[in-house]
């Protein structure tokens, strides 16, 4: 049984659809990218799946239970934990307060206590900063600290919104080295959105490429390396995808033609 389940589900702020009809598997152990330009539907992917927004029609399920419709903290207790879009650290809190917030739906003290020197030993960086005001970090060392919270939670899914932004190709890198490396060590199953695909074919296993509310492509990272295939679903290019890529299905195709 896959950990992650989304079929079908359409999300509208007011009369703007973000998101017509998108599915997505992930199978536990995954990683799983979601690429796509502004304004796609990327993070209101991820908040359909962590509670934060209600798709008006659709369903989630996560480890085989229906999730949509729960509040996040449900959500979040369930096992599921998002790093958001631009961190949101407290910058004033220091890198070790921000991690017992990443804890605060947990009592067990001395368990956290484990978990935090685990997560530390991990992120050297982060250890020599454990006192230093959050807000002091560079640009990398604050979006590790968002990942370490977001892990403080124990979940089995980490959905991780843009950890590329802002950031110089080798703090990406280290950031998904990083991700892969708690993939191991803590079991997760991961998510990432990101705004290119240009380092993500060598970290995910599947890609998705994202435009305007629909899933335009899907692969593994093997048969979509050479980025052709990639560039023109991101970019909505007319001609079909090469042959070694996956079909695109578009949501017009899957109800038949009708819009
Ligand atoms: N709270 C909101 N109210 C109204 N419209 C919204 C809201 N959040 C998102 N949208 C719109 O929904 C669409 C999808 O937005 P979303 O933030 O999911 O895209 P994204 O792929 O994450 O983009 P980005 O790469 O800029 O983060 C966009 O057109 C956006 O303007
Ligand atoms: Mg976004």
Same mark, same amino acid.
């Given at each position: 049984?896959?950990?992650?389940?989304?079929?079908?589900?359409?999300?509208?702020?007011?009369?703007?659809?973000?998101?017509?009809?998108?599915?997505?598997?992930?199978?536990?152990?995954?990683?799983?990218?979601?690429?796509?330009?502004?304004?796609?539907?990327?993070?209101?992917?991820?908040?359909?799946?962590?509670?934060?927004?209600?798709?008006?029609?659709?369903?989630?399920?996560?480890?085989?239970?229906?999730?949509?419709?729960?509040?996040?903290? &449900? /959500?979040? !207790? $369930?096992?599921?934990? *998002?790093?958001?879009?631009?961190?949101?650290?407290? #910058?004033? =809190?220091?890198?070790? +307060?921000?991690?017992?917030?990443?804890?605060?739906?947990?009592?067990?003290?001395?368990?956290?206590?484990?978990?935090?020197? &685990? /997560?530390? !030993? $991990?992120?050297?960086? *982060?250890?020599?900063?454990?006192?230093?005001?959050? #807000?002091? =970090?560079?640009?990398? +060392?604050?979006?590790?600290?968002?990942?370490?919270?977001?892990?403080?939670?124990?979940?089995?899914?980490?959905?991780?919104?843009?950890?590329?932004?802002?950031?110089?190709?080798?703090?990406?890198?280290?950031?998904?080295?990083?991700?892969?490396?708690?993939?191991?060590?803590?079991?997760?199953?991961?998510?990432?959105?990101?705004?290119?695909?240009?380092?993500?074919?060598?970290?995910?296993?599947?890609?998705?490429?994202?435009?305007?509310?629909?899933?335009?492509?899907?692969?593994?990272?093997?048969?979509?390396?050479?980025?052709?295939?990639?560039?023109?679903?991101?970019?909505?290019?007319?001609?079909?995808?090469?042959?070694?890529?996956?079909?695109?299905?578009?949501?017009?195709?899957?109800?038949?033609?009708?819009?």
């Amino acid at each position: 049984m896959a950990l992650l389940e989304i079929e079908d589900i359409h999300v509208r702020y007011g009369d703007m659809v973000a998101l017509r009809g998108l599915d997505l598997t992930v199978e536990e152990g995954e990683v799983v990218c979601i690429i796509g330009p502004n304004g796609a539907g990327k993070s209101t992917t991820l908040a359909a799946v962590a509670g934060g927004v209600r798709p008006y029609k659709g369903e989630v399920r996560y480890d085989g239970k229906p999730i949509l419709g729960m509040p996040p903290d &449900r /959500i979040a !207790a $369930l096992g599921v934990s *998002l790093v958001p879009e631009g961190r949101h650290i407290f #910058g004033s =809190l220091t890198v070790a +307060e921000n991690l017992v917030l990443g804890a605060y739906m947990r009592s067990d003290r001395a368990e956290i206590a484990r978990d935090r020197e &685990r /997560i530390l !030993a $991990l992120l050297p960086r *982060l250890a020599e900063r454990i006192d230093f005001p959050a #807000g002091r =970090l560079s640009g990398g +060392e604050q979006q590790m600290l968002a990942v370490a919270r977001a892990v403080m939670t124990r979940p089995r899914l980490l959905l991780v919104d843009e950890p590329s932004l802002g950031l110089a190709p080798r703090i990406v890198d280290q950031i998904y080295e990083i991700l892969l490396e708690l993939r191991k060590t803590e079991g997760l199953t991961l998510v990432i959105n990101e705004q290119s695909s240009n380092r993500v074919l060598k970290f995910a296993d599947r890609v998705n490429v994202l435009r305007a509310g629909e899933i335009r492509l899907a692969g593994t990272a093997a048969e979509l390396a050479d980025g052709e295939a990639i560039r023109h679903a991101y970019f909505g290019f007319e001609k079909a995808a090469p042959a070694a890529a996956a079909p695109i299905q578009t949501q017009a195709q899957s109800q038949g033609g009708a819009a």
